[in-house]
């Protein structure tokens, strides 16, 4: 019998404040299903997902389906694949959470939170013989991105390991402003993406997450006490494997985030009361809050009983100030440390070749004459090596040092090529790291998952 015969498709319910989970589909059919019954709730079909094995408990599917990629730390059987010309998650597990987390997910993106993208919940799995098997979640992978583990192909210094804690502080808090309780933060239920020498946090495991019009202080504090147990938990396994420095104390280094989510929280949330001749700390506010990613949509000033003070309290509303100016100059989508970058060494070509030039127009020449020639300088088996914001951020970085150490202006021809040679060529490839049989890496990421997702 065909997969696709009695496949049955399922959009999701278009009720974006329905409160809960999805409800739970049933078969056509009061009888058992058979191989190929399948239930399928997507936003889209896409008819590709039928050609994979879902007769197959997923811990036997054939290599030939597979795709090899780095996996975290998981309590699910979970694989990669092929799906067309990306790559999915298939993480099985109950119908009750596969639902939920699909739900949890898809609301996610429509509130522009970093996550990964669901594409479907499947059930109805028999094998050939009627035995059932669990339902999947199926997400697409995030290109690029990196399980933490992942990134510990040598001893990891203690500054990329506070990096990262900042970029799941950041994300936390980006969670907390919009009501989201994840109930499990770690590193694990994270992938991590390079943003301009920092890293940019997704969330990947949502099954323990719920959505509320606005969380208690208790909540918060739940959720950061659950992050920094975790996060001390991980850095002593590293810590145990020789994966970090010596010298790295994995419980102070856990608290980072602590320290980090509430500076990030009081800068956006806290009112500050200054006399009326200080207005200029208006700006200087607004402008902290650009820096750390974030605009400000409106904001309220109340003037104080005795009128000598003005209290204010910016709205602040999702981060990507700088990625959605570039997207909006360029249309090139960056994360935003990566915009910042990019968007500096713009202002710079404008203010150096034609500072009176309409601001549009010099950007659009800044990407013809500057990031477009960065990118098809680099040979298509490099390609794969960073995304080419990121190439181009590393390449402007590299000549600006080149420039300083040789105390010249280097043309950019000559610091890409040197680039290419000297620095590129020598990282490993974050589009799609394929795994070796190397003892190490076997021991990091045998039977997990790239996330607890």
């Not at 059930?123 to 995030?142: A, F, K, M, N, Q």
């Not at 997450?209 to 208690?216: I, K, N, Q, T, V």
């Not at 918060?220 to 002593?236: F, Q, T």
């Not at 003070?309 to 997207?327: M, T």
Request: aromatic residues 6%; glycine residues 6%.
């Amino acid at each position: 019998m065909s997969e696709t015969s009695n496949a049955q498709w399922h959009d999701e319910p278009t009720d974006y404040e329905q409160a809960g989970k999805l409800p739970r589909l049933r078969p056509a059919s009061s009888e058992s299903p058979s191989l190929g019954s399948l239930n399928i709730t997507a936003a889209a079909t896409d008819p590709e997902l039928l050609d994979l094995p879902w007769h197959i408990a997923l811990e036997q599917w054939p290599a030939s389906a597979l795709a090899a990629l780095p996996r975290g730390i998981s309590r699910h059987i979970v694989r990669f694949a092929h799906l067309g010309g990306s790559v999915i998650a298939v993480k099985e597990t109950s119908e009750h959470i596969a639902r939920h987390e699909y739900h949890m997910l898809r609301k996610l993106q429509r509130l522009d939170v970093p996550c990964v993208e669901p594409v479907a919940v499947i059930s109805g799995r028999t094998t050939p013989d009627g035995d059932e098997l669990d339902p999947v979640l199926v997400t697409r992978h995030l290109k690029f991105s990196l399980p933490y583990r992942a990134l510990f192909s040598q001893t990891l210094r203690r500054d990329t390991l506070t990096r990262l804690i900042d970029a799941q502080a950041l994300l936390l808090v980006r969670l907390h402003l919009i009501g989201f309780y994840w109930g499990d933060v770690s590193l694990s239920n994270t992938l991590f993406r390079r943003d301009a020498g920092s890293f940019a946090a997704y969330l990947v495991d949502a099954e323990t997450g719920e959505l509320y019009p606005e969380l208690s202080t208790g909540q918060r504090e739940y959720d950061l006490e659950i992050a920094r147990v975790n996060i001390a938990g991980e850095l002593m396994d590293l810590a145990e494997g020789g994966l970090i420095e010596e010298k790295v104390d994995p419980l102070a280094t856990s608290e980072l985030i602590m320290d980090s989510y509430r500076r990030l929280w009081t800068e956006l949330t806290e009112k500050e009361s200054f006399e009326l001749g200080e207005r200029w700390r208006v700006g200087a506010r607004i402008r902290r809050l650009n820096e750390l990613g974030f605009d400000v949509e409106e904001y309220a000033i109340k003037t104080a009983v005795n009128g000598t003070q003005i209290q204010l309290q910016p709205k602040v509303v999702d981060a990507g100030h700088h990625s959605r100016r570039l997207l909006r100059l360029t249309g090139l989508d960056a994360q935003e440390n990566q915009a910042r970058r990019l968007l500096n060494d713009m202002d710079a070509y404008r203010a150096d070749n034609n500072p009176t030039l309409d601001e549009e127009f010099s950007a659009h020449l800044w990407v013809n004459e500057v990031f477009e020639p960065i990118v098809r300088a680099v040979p298509r088996e490099l390609g794969g090596k960073l995304e080419p914001a990121e190439v181009v951020h590393e390449v402007l970085e590299h000549r600006w040092y080149m420039s300083e150490r040789e105390d010249r202006n280097v043309p950019m021809a000559e610091a890409v090529q040197s680039y290419l040679d000297d620095e590129l060529r020598h990282r490993r490839d974050e589009a799609e790291i394929m795994l070796t049989a190397d003892a190490r890496t076997i021991g990091i990421d045998e039977d997990s998952e790239y996330g607890d997702n």
